[in-house]
């Protein structure tokens, strides 16, 4: 009853934060918080759930991104069919990188270290060849209307991000019931156990670095969309790669709500920094590296782990003192 | 599909400008590039000793390396700067300090942060790094920076090639720094507790030593390697906060193509990634060269993850 009426409230509230919140700026801050929630959910399909960490998914984003991008500007494809064509070019490079790495039985921290080339590679290539528009970039002309994914104000892409991180609760609410889900948590905890036990490990592995990449991708595509501007260093860079990843660790690994929070969290951080320090580049990044160290060494189950310790700890003292 | 077209022109043309360059230059051009990457790729193996040595003892993988590097760097760089401490001088003063830092890092946080999980240590390390960089371009800012000395522009006349005087001596120092680190490791009392640790960690703890000490040793080691690097490198090269970018999938690579805890692997792989660097640059130009280092970790991560010379996956 009282989790129906939160969650209630809560959605009331998200439909009605346009109109609440006067300033656009703030409202642009709500947008990243959601964008990063939703592709640290992404991230967390494949790295709290299938326990395959990815230290490169700007690979998928930069796919993405590039292929809504390319489509509509050399070919004029409506943006909005350009999102399903980077999920399907996320998912794609998911397919390629997941075949190689789990064909070959990479694990743990090599997995990481491949993802991460893979994704230097994709830079270097998007720099080099020239219908990407290489080093220059690739700008997005600007026609503002809804039907062309553009919005005069910042509440029509609030509404999208807003959609894609229910989209994304909704596809991690399924994996917490579902056979699927298990699996993947059963060879995140030992695969050598699960396979052992009959699930396929190569195929789970493969689907799950499919989803994440297909929603990575389209998450690309929006960012392109919202700021009309890519250039390989943004897309394919390791600055998009540790932001995707950081969302989940701080929030929570394999937790539903866990990517939302951390992204609220990391982005009130690294506003936070700014109010206080000045805009100085690299400062909010500082926070986040510390941010990064401090969860690991001190709270790995993120801050989803440490609500539910505290809980624990409460009940324990009630039954405690009842006794 | 005009722009696929030019890509694919600008290929062949790229294609044939490498079948000019070896019809009619041949060995003119090819040999100094062999050598420049040799003495570049001395560097590579003593940045990736030291990184293949953390992996061997403490089986993690050490991705502040580059930062850690860079800021080696910086140390060298103001050194000269402020008191005109010549670089290679500086080597006395870095490499001590560099170790204490390696060891107090690995002792008060990597080593605390595991909780057992290999993966852990990586997001850490990743932490780190993000920390160290991103100071280093709140104090130093984002030029890039480079000593001038008596030497930097002296050439030595190899026969085959001109090359720099400090790329000389950085490939000579490189090699006697990666043979006293091997004496070390096999003929010391020191050297035989981490061969030790890292063969068989609890057995080390059973017969009296003391496993976190070593490890912290071995990262102190590994550590002190790049503020030996940052002397030999900073003579021919330029410092700025994101330097560590260049060197850490670079050291990765040698390490893997090296096998993954391998000294004469390290030396080995470095060597082969200079030249490939060297000769990728010279044929395919700088941008599209850099790509060869990530196809090579990538086809040997898929391929032959034990690398040239090692015993484990």
């Known amino acids: 009853m009282l989790r ?84 399907l070019a996320g998912g794609g490079v998911g397919a390629l990188i997941g075949f190689l790495s789990f064909r070959f039985g990479l694990r743990g921290s090599y997995f990481a270290l491949i993802t991460l080339a893979f994704a230097e590679v994709f830079r270097i290539l998007a720099n080099w060849v020239e219908f990407t528009g290489g080093g220059v970039g690739l700008y997005i002309p600007l026609k503002v209307h809804p039907a062309n994914l553009q919005f005069g104000t910042k509440a029509g892409y609030y509404y999208v991000a807003l959609a894609l991180t229910l989209a994304s609760l909704a596809i991690a609410a399924w994996l917490e019931r579902s056979r699927f889900g298990a699996w993947l948590k059963a060879i995140r905890e030992n695969e050598d156990a699960a396979r052992a036990l009959g699930i396929d490990a190569f195929v789970c592995k493969l689907k799950a670095i499919m989803l994440s990449g297909a929603m990575t991708g389209v998450g690309g595509a929006f960012y392109a969309q919202y700021y009309l501007y890519i250039d390989p260093g943004i897309a394919f860079g390791p600055a998009v790669s540790v932001e995707i990843l950081l969302v989940p660790i701080i929030g929570g690994l394999g937790t539903a709500l866990g990517p939302l929070l951390g992204s609220a969290v990391l982005q009130g951080a690294g506003e936070l920094a700014r109010r206080v320090m000045g805009d100085v580049p690299g400062l909010n990044l500082v926070f986040y590296g510390l941010l990064l160290v401090v969860m690991v060494r001190f709270l790995p189950d993120g801050l989803i782990g440490l609500a539910a310790r505290l809980r624990t700890l409460r009940r324990r003292a009630k039954v405690l003192a009842d006794a | 599909m005009e722009s696929c077209a030019k890509t694919a022109a600008g290929l062949g043309y790229r294609l044939a400008t490498i079948g000019v360059i070896t019809s009619m230059f041949d060995l003119a051009i090819i040999l ?168 068989e960690r609890q057995g080390a703890q059973l017969v009296g030593i003391d496993v976190d000490h070593i490890f912290a040793m071995s990262f102190g080691i590994g550590t002190a390697c790049l503020g030996a690097a940052a002397c030999l490198l900073l003579p021919t090269f330029y410092v700025s906060p994101t330097v560590g970018h260049v060197f850490v999938l670079v050291a990765f690579t040698v390490v893997v193509l090296g096998g993954m805890g391998s000294f004469p692997g390290a030396l080995l792989g470095g060597f082969i990634i200079g030249v490939t660097e060297s000769l990728g640059g010279l044929f395919l130009g700088e941008s599209l060269g850099q790509i060869g280092i990530s196809l090579i970790f990538i086809a040997v991560l898929l391929f032959r993850p034990t690398g040239l010379f090692g015993g484990r996956a």
Request: charged share 5%; hydrophobic share 60%.
């Open chain 2, 32 to 199: 100094p590039a062999i050598v420049n990457g040799l003495t570049f790729g001395a560097i590579y193996a003593l940045v990736a000793l030291g990184l293949t040595l953390i992996y061997g003892v403490l089986h993690i993988i050490n991705f502040a390396h580059g930062s850690l590097l860079m800021l080696a760097l910086y140390g060298v760089f103001f050194l000269n700067r402020i008191w005109g401490i010549d670089p290679y001088l500086a080597i006395v003063v870095l490499a001590p300090a560099f170790f204490a830092l390696g060891y107090v890092l690995q002792w008060s946080i990597i080593g605390r942060a595991g909780h057992g999980k290999d993966q852990n240590v990586l997001l850490v390390t990743l932490g780190v790094s993000i920390v160290i960089e991103n100071l280093a371009l709140y104090f130093f800012s984002a030029d890039t920076r480079a000593v001038d000395t008596a030497y930097t522009f002296v050439m030595v006349d190899l026969g085959v090639a001109l090359v720099p005087l400090p790329r000389l001596i950085a490939f000579v120092a490189s090699l006697v720094v990666a043979l006293g680190l091997w004496v070390v490791i096999q003929h010391s009392d020191l050297g035989r507790a981490i061969r030790a640790v890292a063969k």
């Open chain 1, 4 to 87: 129906a009426a939160v969650t209630g409230a809560v959605m009331a509230a998200a439909l009605a934060a346009p109109f609440l919140i006067a300033s656009d700026f703030w409202l642009g801050f709500l947008i990243t918080v959601l964008l990063f929630a939703y592709m640290g959910m992404a991230w967390n399909v494949l790295g709290g759930y299938a326990g395959q960490f990815s230290f490169g998914h700007a690979v998928f984003f930069g796919a993405g991104a590039y292929t809504s991008s390319i489509l509509h500007v050399t070919f004029g494809l409506n943006p909005w069919i350009g999102l399903a064509f980077a999920a």
